[in-house]
């Protein structure tokens, strides 16, 4: 009932809300970043890295990483304890350009228990074709902090994952030309006919004249050379700030765990009658000894003794919610069941299966 009355309050802000951004509401074809990944090697560390009999593949790296240097270590008991072998990942921003330098994010892939105080060692960075896009290295920043003594251990947060702000090199570009386009598909975050053709109304009306058409519910497309820009970038910095009121579905999510419940402004409810109570079933286990008497022949034997009971509370009887044509009134008529959020969310079920509840249902 707290939550629901939670959101009671809220709905001013749900129910007014007004347009938005068109670059918040869409992505541009084209305009995208790009995943990368690498394998490498963190150094450093205070005794908290891999045990190399456990992770053979740290020894393989490293001894890889001292040949390059000149170093041959074939056939050397080479058992360091300050390496760890990690996974280096980072997203390549759209339109970066060579030595420009990007956020990377570092994790312990074998048994080490802490990779505060360390340092990646130069570690190259691949995309989805293979191809070398940028080059990783520098002092970790590990978000957590570990303790341990011979007969306890304490962790607090995650020590064997960090990042290295600014800890990798762009080294090649993404080929793509985006002045090459002369069309520029506008693909939508969450499609809906509704919000599509008043974006595409809303960008006519920005050039005074048909430049866009909506081709389905989750794309719409802009005609460049309609536009009559300077260039593609021209015509998107001029449309990303016209603003649109979009559409969405009802929706109603639940979070069974944490007994959450939020509900969409135009979620809907038919009239319906609810009864709502519970079982309480209680069995209680009260074995006693019996002995036999003073100085006669017998042994002592334990006889089962069990209590079983089934109590059911009051519950809130058969009670009416009405028909709700806004959220605040089907706010009030749930509220005036007075159950608890996690009851809410078996009553919610109960009417969206019989057909009362015009909303998408979500449990989490």
């Known amino acids: 009932m707290k939550i629901l009355a939670f959101l009671l309050i809220l709905l001013p802000c749900t129910v007014t809300a007004g347009a938005i951004r068109l670059k918040d509401l869409v992505d541009f074809d084209g305009v995208r970043g790009n995943d990368l990944v690498g394998y490498g090697l963190v150094v450093g560390l205070n005794g908290t890295g891999d045990g190399l009999r456990?992770?053979?593949?740290?020894?393989?790296?490293?001894?890889?990483?001292?040949?390059?240097?000149?170093?041959?270590?074939?056939?050397?008991?080479?058992?360091?304890?300050?390496?760890?072998?990690?996974?280096?990942?980072?997203?390549?921003?759209?339109?970066?350009?060579?030595?420009?330098?990007?956020?990377?994010?570092?994790?312990?892939?074998?048994?080490?228990?802490?990779?505060?105080?360390?340092?990646?060692?130069?570690?190259?960075?691949?995309?989805?074709?293979?191809?070398?896009y940028a080059v990783a290295q520098g002092s970790v920043l590990a978000g957590g902090a570990s303790a341990e003594g011979e007969a306890a251990t304490v962790v607090q947060g995650v020590p064997t994952s960090g990042m290295i702000p600014s800890g990798a090199r762009v080294e090649r570009e993404i080929d793509f030309e985006l002045s090459a386009l002369t069309r520029l598909r506008l693909a939508l975050r969450e499609p809906d006919f509704t919000t599509a053709g008043r974006i595409e109304t809303a960008i006519n009306s920005e050039f005074n004249r048909a430049v866009a058409i909506?081709?389905?519910?989750?794309?719409?497309?802009?005609?460049?050379?309609?536009t009559q820009s300077a260039s593609t970038a021209h015509a998107i910095g001029r449309i990303e700030n016209i603003l649109v009121e979009p559409e969405s579905k009802a929706r109603v999510v639940v979070d069974q765990r944490s007994g959450t419940i939020v509900m969409g402004r135009d979620v809907r409810i038919s009239r319906v009658a609810v009864s709502q109570?519970?079982?309480?079933?209680?069995?209680?286990?009260?074995?006693?000894?019996?002995?036999?008497?003073p100085f006669a022949r017998g042994e002592t034997v334990v006889v089962p003794r069990t209590v079983a009971g089934i109590e059911e509370e009051e519950g809130t009887g058969l009670a009416e919610i009405p028909e709700a044509t806004t959220l605040s009134?089907?706010?009030?008529g749930l509220n005036a069941l007075g159950v608890s959020p996690r009851d809410m969310i078996d009553i919610l079920k109960t009417i969206k299966a019989a057909g009362a509840l015009h909303a998408e249902f979500i449990v989490r």
Not at 329 to 332: D, F, G, K, T
């Open 54 to 132: 456990n992770s053979p593949f740290t020894e393989e790296i490293m001894s890889n990483i001292l040949e390059r240097l000149g170093v041959n270590v074939n056939g050397e008991d080479f058992r360091p304890k300050n390496v760890a072998a990690v996974l280096v990942t980072a997203s390549l921003p759209p339109f970066s350009r060579v030595g420009s330098q990007i956020d990377v994010t570092v994790s312990a892939i074998g048994d080490s228990n802490s990779l505060l105080g360390g340092t990646l060692i130069m570690t190259p960075l691949n995309a989805a074709d293979g191809q070398i």
């Open 214 to 226: 909506m081709r389905d519910s989750g794309t719409v497309e802009l005609n460049i050379a309609a």
């Open 277 to 293: 109570g519970n079982l309480t079933l209680t069995v209680e286990e009260a074995p006693i000894a019996v002995q036999p008497n």
């Open 329 to 332: 009134e089907v706010v009030a």
